[in-house]
């Protein structure tokens, strides 16, 4: 079975432009969680969807977004790019309906903004 | 809300010396605990988890954890470790199910001949 993927892998941006990362999970996987990874921050929860739904969110401004289409593929949107945006981007899927559901983790999208 | 504190950012050791890495949470509710480990360039991987029960939990590569209530610790142990374990290990919580992951801010393991 193939792994949770993450396209673009590399991503060079400049302040005040938007981007889009996307993140094809594990088939049958419903739910994908998105991370943000810093040396400053570490890693930080972005938003989890579920059906098309946002189910969980943390704690980021507006400028962060997401969606998941009908076939569970997901994309966050970064609008207004700042330097502090530069991150590595993870993706995360993960089965529903158990008491517990492990999330498995995509290589990444390390976006750099100049 | 929940943390999660990783006391030490890095941890040399010499091959086949026995490790740990220490993790501390702080929760007002019961919470999922959770080891990853990142190698470069990579995403994160499920080393361990204590959902319930046992508290001593055993994963993947030998390693294993401990969860402790009263100290609110979930530290990882290894008796023996290789070149192969170098790598950075993130301590998480969840309170809904292993969503919403918590991380702490990650231990660099290097282990050297």
């Known amino acids: 079975k193939a792994g949770v993927t993450q396209t673009p892998r590399y991503l060079i941006k400049t302040r005040g432009q938007q981007v889009t990362l996307s993140c094809s999970p594990i088939?049958?996987?419903?739910?994908v969680s998105w991370y943000q990874q810093t040396p400053g921050q570490g890693l930080q929860f972005l938003f989890e969807y579920f059906s098309e739904t946002q189910r969980n969110k943390g704690n980021f401004p507006g400028r962060f977004s997401g969606r998941q289409f009908s076939n569970s593929r997901s994309e966050m949107n970064v609008s207004t790019l700042e330097l502090g945006d530069s991150a590595l981007y993870l993706c995360a899927s993960s089965l529903v309906g158990q008491q517990y559901n492990e999330q498995f983790f995509g290589p990444g999208t390390r976006l750099t903004v100049l | 809300a929940q943390s999660v504190t990783q006391l030490d950012s890095q941890v040399p050791v010499f091959e086949e010396a026995p490790v740990e890495l220490r993790c501390n949470y702080s929760?007002?509710?019961?919470?999922?605990l959770f080891w990853y480990v990142q190698y470069p360039n990579q995403g994160l991987q499920l080393l361990l988890k204590y959902l319930s029960g046992s508290t001593l939990v055993k994963g993947i590569n030998g390693f294993e954890a401990e969860f402790n209530k009263s100290q609110t610790s979930f530290h990882l142990r290894k008796p023996s470790v290789h070149i192969s374990d170098t790598a950075e290990y993130f301590c998480a919580v969840s309170l809904n199910s292993g969503y919403a992951l918590n991380f702490g801010k990650g231990t660099s393991l290097l282990v050297t001949p």
């Open positions: 929760s007002s509710v019961s919470v999922y």
């Open positions: 088939s049958g996987h419903r739910s």
